[in-house]
């Protein structure tokens, strides 16, 4: 089994920023992609950003292209999303995701592994 733990939330001002990490532990050699998902109020879980942990490949979905960065520490088993620019509608529970086989990187059902998630609120 693989357990992912989210931190960094919080609530921050339109146009602030956060760091969001993910650490990861158990089999963590049994995934080889990591992600991050988020969720609103009422909303389905989106799609934010994925990482390949072999080359760094990364994927971003157009609502955080340009304001969102996500990287990876493989020795440390951590991954991070720097949030910049945020904004009001950026407010969700955000979750970290792993998965071992990722063909279709804006998929929930992609990712086999996923955190509790943690929240972050922006206020205008």
């Known amino acids: 089994q693989v357990q992912l733990v989210e931190s960094g939330g919080g609530l921050v001002q339109a146009g602030g920023s956060l760091r969001l990490s993910c650490a990861a532990s158990?089999?963590?050699?049994?995934?080889?992609?990591m992600g991050w998902f988020y969720q609103a109020p009422g909303k389905g879980r989106e799609f934010a950003a994925a990482i390949s942990l072999s080359d760094g490949r990364t994927y971003y979905a157009d609502s955080v292209k340009g304001r969102f960065t996500i990287s990876r520490d493989n020795a440390k088993n951590s991954m991070y999303l720097q949030m910049n620019s945020l904004k009001p509608e950026d407010t969700a529970v955000y979750y970290c995701?792993?998965?071992?086989?990722?063909?279709?990187?804006?998929?929930?059902?992609?990712?086999?592994?996923w955190g509790q998630g943690t929240q972050v609120t922006v206020s205008s």
């Open positions: 995701v792993a998965g071992d086989a990722v063909f279709k990187w804006n998929l929930p059902h992609e990712y086999a592994y």
């Open positions: 158990g089999r963590t050699g049994s995934y080889f992609y």
